[in-house]
């Protein structure tokens, strides 16, 4: 009956998706299939050219299979137009970047405020939630600063807070703590890892450090453009 409620956040069936054409074709994705069930983080290893950010970016409508099917939150990616998928990703999906992403002129409160602004919330439910996003990832005191004036793991934090702006559905991180100190990665995965908890979200996280993955629920791993069972 409620079959929209109780179906995985993420489900990917048969996905493939190469480069170029005839013998100079790349391989990327070589018939993926899983699902992310709902309020889980999952992540996603393997080494670097396994095809990571490749079936990230396809999860999360920023490029589409050449074949095999997306369901996101209850939707068919094939079935949305351009400003279908321009809409979920501003309104369910967040992501996070393994460069933090934020707009140097901007403070981090504003940064944190960006998606916000796209999507036209009214401006005191705006500052209100970013005030909340950054005590949240532990940065309230330091809503004025630009992001050269914060560390990288400060910044990731940021990137972090405003990635859950719009309340996604789901948290599309693309090896968040690829720029960071062990320690600090480590904290970054932390922050997700509670977050995914607090915040009702689910989360699909790629990472070759394999330190961080005993923070996930479950652990995907691309070989060459296939998920191997673990
Ligand atoms: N835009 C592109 N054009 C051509 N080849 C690409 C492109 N993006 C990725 N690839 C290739 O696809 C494979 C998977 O890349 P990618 O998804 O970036 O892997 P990962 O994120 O795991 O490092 C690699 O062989 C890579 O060189
Ligand atoms: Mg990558």
Redesign the pocket.
């Known amino acids: 009956m409620s079959q929209v409620v109780t179906e995985a956040m993420v489900r990917v069936e048969d996905v493939h998706?190469s480069?170029?054409h005839g013998t100079a074709a790349?391989?990327?994705?070589r018939g993926v299939s899983f699902e992310v069930p709902r309020g889980e983080l999952v992540a996603l290893r393997?080494?670097?050219?396994?095809?990571?950010?490749?079936?990230?970016?396809i999860v999360g409508g920023l490029d589409v299979p050449d074949a095999g099917r997306v369901r996101v939150d209850g939707r068919d990616l094939a079935e949305l137009d351009e400003d279908g998928l321009l809409a979920l990703r501003r309104d369910r999906v967040g992501f996070v970047f393994q460069s933090f992403g934020l707009v140097p002129i901007l403070t981090a409160a504003e940064n944190v405020g960006v998606p916000m602004r796209l999507r036209r919330a009214a401006p005191r439910e705006r500052e209100e939630r970013v005030g909340l996003l950054l005590s949240l990832v532990g940065l309230a005191e330091h809503a004025a600063q630009r992001p050269g004036e914060l560390s990288g793991g400060q910044q990731q934090r940021v990137a972090i807070a405003r990635a859950l702006a719009n309340n996604p559905a789901l948290l599309v991180a693309?090896?968040p703590t690829g720029q960071l100190d062990a320690e600090t990665g480590h904290a970054v995965m932390e922050l997700l890892r509670a977050v995914v908890r607090s915040e009702q979200v689910t989360a699909l996280v790629?990472t070759?450090d394999a330190t961080l993955l005993d923070l996930a629920d479950r652990v995907l791993e691309?070989r060459d453009?296939e998920i191997v069972e673990q």
Do not use: F, I, Q
């Not at 790349?26 to 994705?29: F, Q």
């Not at 393997?46 to 970016?57: A, E, M, P, V």
């Open positions: 998706k480069y170029g790349v391989h990327a994705l393997g080494r670097s050219g396994s095809g990571k950010t490749t079936l990230l970016n693309d090896e790629a070759h691309l453009g």
